[in-house]
């Protein structure tokens, strides 16, 4: 493909970036790389669904994730200060509401060379045409009348509101796929489609083709949820005289059940947690989710399942419930923890394979970024649905984060908690910080682990009195054996708290010395610290969790567990 191909990754900026979308870049991206440019645009032509918020929470997502995109919106990369995007070909601006003149430029050559004209019907006239035809069981498809009149419809636009539509051909339109192969679409799909709206913006079918082709796009990578939209865009491109691009339609992701996967997955998730909580305890729900959304707000969006919550308020709803709500965004997997190079590699398999094994015949899954920018082709893509395997994608990330060594753990985890959890930040100094990172870090799937509230660092993190013990650990290691574990936690009390100084190895150097001189087992008196300590019997190595918590708070721990876990007389 030489240094000729620019691909081009377009969204709407409607919300935070889905995995689907950032498929779609990740695969433009590695097209591109090493063989051309890619850029970024910005289709916000649909004023009331977009916003500038929703722009720089896609930028930031790309930026993230490492796909860094050659010409498009600048952007400085928070973690190095790089600048991402600019305009060097000179082709911007890259944000469709800026480029109406460029539209209405070609609106107007298609009018003049009669491929386009202007329609003056009423939404409600056009929908009562369709469910005219639906009634009789056949498709709608506008065409522009018979005894269409052009002067007088010319006349009449200057005074009237009204859209453009073009005139698609009679033909059927053909083309080649780089994934599906040759594609020909007959009269079914040949209706005279709107590209200007009444509002005098085009529609996403002009915009599109126009900046294809004034931004030099040479190939069209995108799902296959757009192919019904190819044949328009081709009509238009050869009405229009420009080059037609190739194009690759990518397979859908699905579920691992099946279901497509959408948006709408984690409001509906919220939705049947929240109606099952208060089928359990109504006052209790509505006094921890009413704060978050209001009470008003939160009724109609219970009763209109069109109605969705932004995902801010989801996120808080499904924390207030104590539910994970299934991941659809990328903010979502950055929020749960995810290492952004282990998405961009689970994203790479949902449709397309490296074709290559490793040295024990096994197809190679663990790539990073590199690796498939210099394989990528349009021919190692699939035609079948993608399914979105949860449980590989944390498979993944736990094999990524067991491979970081501690000051890469503790890096990536600062920079999470700087963004989720700067409480944690503020309550802990740095040397504080490292050690926990360091001692937990082998026992974490998820840079969420180590502040979730049951995972392996949680001990640590909560009030030495907010914590419970577990049953289970309490009735094996506290009550039973003679003496009891209790009565071994109140022998090693003093020797434990005089260890000097109190860390690691001075206190399991205590605890040993103890043991020795008592003539019991370490385990013995081990497990009965940890469950003192930490609530459990699994921890880190007892020097390094005693040590974290510290002399003083181990010592109020200790006396906690003394006077609510002793064993009845």
């Known amino acids: 493909m030489g240094d000729s191909v620019v691909t081009r990754f377009a969204p709407s900026p409607t919300g935070h970036l889905h995995v689907g979308g950032a498929r779609t870049a990740l695969f433009n991206w590695a097209l591109a790389r090493g063989r051309g440019r890619f850029l970024l645009r910005i ?87 369709r469910r005219a035809a639906q009634a009789e069981k056949r498709g709608y498809r506008y065409r522009r009348p018979a005894d269409w009149d052009r002067a007088a419809a010319l006349e009449r636009m200057r005074r009237e509101d ?10 059927p339109v053909e083309f080649v796929d780089d994934v599906l192969g040759a594609l020909r679409f007959g009269e079914e799909h040949l209706d005279d489609f709107v590209i200007r709206k009444r509002d005098g913006f085009p529609t996403y079918h002009l915009a599109v083709v126009v900046d294809d082709a004034l931004m030099g796009v040479t190939h069209v990578l995108r799902g296959q949820e757009h192919l019904n939209n190819t044949p328009r865009h081709v009509a238009l491109q050869r009405s229009l005289d420009f080059r037609t691009p190739r194009y690759a339609h990518l397979p859908l992701i699905f579920n691992a059940d099946g279901s497509k996967m959408s948006k709408r997955d984690k409001d509906k998730a ?162 504080w910080r490292r050690r926990f990172a360091a001692a937990i870090r082998t026992r974490c799937r998820t840079l969420a682990d180590p502040t979730a509230r049951s995972g392996p660092g949680a001990f640590a993190l909560v009030a030495d009195d907010a914590f419970p013990y577990d049953a ?49 087992g370490m385990g013995r008196v081990a497990q009965p610290l940890r469950v003192a300590a930490t609530g459990g019997a699994a921890s880190p190595p007892l020097g390094d969790t005693l040590a974290l918590l510290g002399r003083e708070r181990v010592a109020r721990r200790l006396e906690r567990c003394l006077a609510e876990c002793a064993p009845a007389a």
């Not at 796909?67 to 082709?91: F, K, L, Q, T, Y």
């Not at 009204?162 to 033909?171: A, I």
């Not at 009735?475 to 109140?490: N, R």
Request: with cysteine; proline share 5%; glycine share 8%.
């Open 472 to 520: 289970q650990a309490v009735a094996k290691f506290l009550h039973k054996g003679e003496p009891s574990g209790c009565a071994l936690l109140g022998e090693v009390r003093a020797s434990l708290l005089a260890a000097q100084p109190f860390e690691p190895a001075s206190i399991e150097a205590a605890v040993r010395a103890f043991c020795e001189q008592r003539g019991v």
């Open 43 to 129: 289709e916000d032509t649909d004023r009331a669904r977009s916003s500038e918020d929703a722009t720089r929470g896609i930028l930031e997502d790309l930026a993230w994730l490492g796909v860094h995109w050659d010409e498009g919106p600048e952007w400085r990369d928070a973690r190095d200060g790089v600048v991402i995007g600019g305009d060097p070909r000179g082709v911007g601006p890259f944000h469709q509401a800026e480029r109406r003149a460029l539209y209405d430029r070609h609106i107007e050559r298609l009018i003049e060379s009669d491929r386009a004209y202007p329609a003056f019907e009423s939404a409600d006239r056009i929908e009562a045409a």
């Open 162 to 171: 009204h859209v453009v539509r073009f005139r698609m051909p009679e033909t």
């Open 270 to 431: 919220a939705r049947g947690a929240l109606r099952a909580a208060l089928a359990g305890d109504p006052q209790a729900t509505r006094e921890r989710v009413d704060r978050i959304v209001g009470p008003d707000r939160l009724e109609r969006w219970l009763s209109d399942a069109k109605r969705q919550l932004e995902p801010r308020e989801l996120a808080a709803l499904g924390e207030a419930l104590g539910v994970d709500l299934p991941g659809i965004d990328v903010e979502d997997f950055r929020r749960a923890g995810y290492l952004p190079e282990v998405v961009c590699n689970f994203l790479a398999l949902l449709g397309w394979s490296p074709g290559q094994k490793d040295d024990e015949g096994r197809d190679i899954e663990r790539f990073d970024r590199a690796f498939l920018a210099e394989r990528f082709t349009t021919q190692r893509i699939g035609r079948a649905n993608a399914r979105f395997d949860r449980e590989k994608l944390l498979s993944f990330n736990q094999s990524a984060i067991a491979e970081l060594g501690d000051a890469d753990f503790f890096a990536q985890w600062s920079d999470w908690c700087a963004r989720y959890a700067p409480d944690v930040l503020e309550r802990f100094d740095e040397a």
